[in-house]
């Protein structure tokens, strides 16, 4: 098996030593690992099958010789540095959301729709973490049934927003423990405080459009389904809620087909699709807490729509958004690109 040189953009964030551990988990190939990240975490290290290996600045001429660009460092610095990394002949998997409604460029969800990655042109985006997760057995479900409609609400950990989100999490539990009359804590990162509450505010609003009214993360889980399903006119609906979890994003997901599946049969096509549990009692749901560290998709609580029960289903998806939703998917991508021989170098240009 040939081995690449693997660039990993953003190396001192969370995503980002989560896609090192990732790449020593599953043995990929890397003949040389360079960690990327800003000037002011040159000097560190991050550790790398047992050895210290030093964070380089991530700079365009950092991406000589490298096949692999792992990327998790912003949207603005992808924008940036993503094509500089082209330009010098390597594949970039980009986590941000920059580039993922670009027409020319593939979003992938391993083992979801691998054939789109037979067209890029040097970058592959990678789905939000809420995406990512739905997609997994919706594309059978659609082949099984053909579905018209996707509603989802989604509860999403506060990893989905850095490691400062998850310190502020900390520091408002421990400020509402110890504050019986419920003076508010700070929110340095979300709009409330985030101990003991619910947020139902994800990224930015939408002031015009039909998607007034929507946030962000919401109108990305909405276009993105859309994208990768290849089903631009499905109708799908989105809520986004950030919860005082630390890890794993939950969705409560309701699908609509074009005749009638089962939940028996809905489950057995889940069970059938590779990374995917599911819960085979009632009683045996999963949640963020079952998921975190983990690699698969959990679905369960599978029944009926009670508001149209000739062809609805509900059921509940769990996953570990730092793995499924970003370092895991991307690490799958790259071993798609090596299994396939897509991993080709690009013609240097000026």
């Known amino acids: 098996m040939s081995e690449y040189t693997v660039a990993v953009l953003g190396a001192t964030g969370l995503v980002g030593q989560r896609l090192i551990d990732i790449l020593e988990e599953r043995n990929f190939p890397v003949k040389t690992l360079k960690p990327l990240a800003s000037k002011r975490s040159v000097g560190s290290t991050v550790k790398f099958h047992g050895q210290d290996v030093p964070v380089e600045e991530a700079l365009p001429e950092a991406f000589e010789g490298v096949?692999?660009?792992?990327?998790?460092?912003?949207?603005?610095?992808?924008?940036?540095?993503?094509?500089?990394?082209?330009?010098?002949?390597?594949?970039?998997?980009?986590?941000?959301?920059?580039?993922?409604?670009?027409?020319?460029?593939?979003?992938?969800?391993?083992?979801?729709?691998?054939?789109a990655l037979k067209n890029h042109q040097g970058i592959i985006a990678n789905p939000n973490c809420s995406t990512a997760q739905l997609m997994q057995g919706l594309?059978?479900?659609?082949?099984?049934?053909?579905?018209?409609?996707?509603?989802?609400?989604?509860?999403?950990?506060?990893?989905?927003?850095?490691?400062?989100?998850?310190?502020e999490l900390k520091d408002c539990t421990s400020h509402a423990l110890s504050q019986p009359d419920c003076a508010p804590s700070r929110n340095d990162i979300f709009t409330r405080p985030i101990g003991f509450n619910l947020i139902?505010?994800?990224?930015?609003?939408?002031?015009?459009?039909d998607e007034e009214g929507y946030t962000k993360e919401e109108t990305k889980l909405i276009n993105e389904t859309k994208k990768i399903l290849?089903?631009?006119?499905?109708?799908?609906?989105?809520?986004?809620?950030?919860?005082?979890v630390?890890?794993?994003?939950?969705?409560?997901?309701?699908?609509?087909?074009?005749?009638?599946?089962?939940?028996?049969e809905a489950s057995a096509v889940l069970a059938s699709t590779p990374d995917v549990v599911v819960s085979q009692e009632l009683t045996d749901y999963p949640t963020p807490a079952d998921a975190a560290?983990?690699?698969?998709?959990?679905?369960?609580?599978?029944?009926?729509?009670?508001?149209?029960?000739?062809?609805?289903?509900?059921?509940?998806?769990?996953?570990?958004?730092?793995?499924?939703?970003?370092a895991l998917n991307a690490v799958r991508i790259a071993e798609a690109l090596v299994k396939e021989n897509l991993i080709q170098r690009q013609p240097a240009t000026a």
């Open 67 to 115: 096949d692999i660009v792992l990327a998790s460092a912003g949207g603005a610095i992808s924008e940036k540095l993503a094509p500089e990394a082209v330009k010098r002949g390597a594949v970039v998997i980009d986590n941000t959301s920059h580039f993922r409604l670009h027409s020319d460029v593939p979003l992938v969800v391993a083992g979801v729709n691998d054939d």
């Open 139 to 167: 594309k059978d479900r659609h082949e099984a049934a053909g579905l018209t409609r996707v509603i989802v609400s989604t509860y999403q950990s506060v990893s989905g927003a850095g490691k400062e989100a998850m310190d």
């Open 200 to 209: 139902p505010h994800i990224d930015s609003f939408v002031t015009e459009g």
């Open 230 to 244: 290849a089903l631009p006119d499905l109708p799908v609906t989105a809520t986004a809620v950030r919860v005082p």
């Open 246 to 264: 630390m890890v794993g994003h939950s969705e409560a997901v309701t699908v609509e087909f074009a005749k009638p599946l089962s939940p028996k």
């Open 293 to 326: 560290g983990k690699d698969p998709v959990y679905v369960g609580r599978i029944r009926k729509d009670t508001s149209n029960p000739e062809t609805g289903l509900n059921l509940w998806v769990v996953a570990d958004n730092l793995r499924i939703g970003a």
